[in-house]
């Protein structure tokens, strides 16, 4: 759900719920909202994010366009948030797994481009490997919210884990270098359960099997 007058603010409705999504970009970043926490797109520096210029829902998917504004900034980004249904893991109202997938793009001759995934830890962060993909699952519990950060091989070999303190587990993608033209992506996963139910092993394995077995969207 979007509204045309106020670009930066839209909605994902399941049930009664309603999960909330800022998205102007700049300092405050892209944040996936639930409850009073949030799990956030954010710059790797002082440098802010490109701002938001453009949204559009097409079917289930949330559009965002971020482009390159002056030459302060290295790159501009789009993203496209959309829900993904799975047969391992049972969403419901509190309950539900999104893609994230963002798309870099530079203008510069040459830019090593970060955006940083930045989820908060209350008390504990874990991290498991699958297939012999190190990083490939990044789990955090922060009262009443659990998440599952899911790496596909793309993407966890070049994503660093970045010290955030004990608060926020902080994972910096992309940073490899790029040249002007090229269009770079990420796709991580995200499981987000607002009640606090552990999120189990097995079911997040299978969904990072799944994740790893499906093509990249072209758009």
């Known amino acids: 759900?979007?509204?045309?007058?106020?670009?930066?603010?839209?909605?994902?409705?399941?049930g009664d719920c309603v999960w909330r999504i800022k998205a102007h970009g700049g300092r405050d970043g892209i944040r996936l909202l639930f409850a009073d926490q949030d799990l956030a797109l954010l710059s790797s520096n002082d440098q802010p994010l490109p701002t938001l210029q453009e949204q559009f829902v097409r079917g289930q998917e949330l559009h965002l366009s971020y482009p390159q504004q002056d030459q302060g900034c290295q790159f501009g980004f789009r993203v496209v948030i959309r829900p993904i249904e799975l047969d391992s893991i049972t969403t419901d109202e509190q309950l539900a797994?999104?893609?994230l997938l963002i798309s870099v793009q530079t203008t510069l001759l040459d830019a090593h481009p970060t955006i940083?995934?930045?989820?908060?830890?209350?008390?504990?962060?874990?991290?498991?490997?699958?297939?012999g993909i190190a990083?490939?699952?990044?789990?955090?519990?922060?009262a009443p919210n659990q998440t599952a950060v899911l790496l596909g091989p793309p993407d966890a070999p070049f994503t660093s884990e970045i010290s955030g303190g004990d608060d926020a587990l902080r994972l910096r993608l992309f940073g490899e270098f790029m040249?002007?033209?090229?269009?770079?992506?990420?796709?991580?996963?995200?499981?987000?359960?607002?009640?606090?139910r552990p999120i189990d092993t097995d079911e997040a394995i299978t969904a990072w099997r799944a994740l790893a077995a499906s093509p990249v969207p072209l758009t």
């Open 1 to 14: 759900m979007t509204a045309p007058n106020r670009i930066g603010i839209a909605a994902w409705q399941s």
């Open 97 to 99: 797994v999104f893609e």
């Open 116 to 131: 940083d995934l930045v989820s908060e830890v209350g008390s504990g962060c874990r991290v498991d490997s699958v297939d």
């Open 135 to 142: 990083g490939a699952i990044h789990s955090t519990e922060s």
């Open 179 to 196: 040249e002007k033209g090229v269009i770079r992506r990420a796709r991580p996963w995200v499981i987000i359960d607002r009640e606090g």
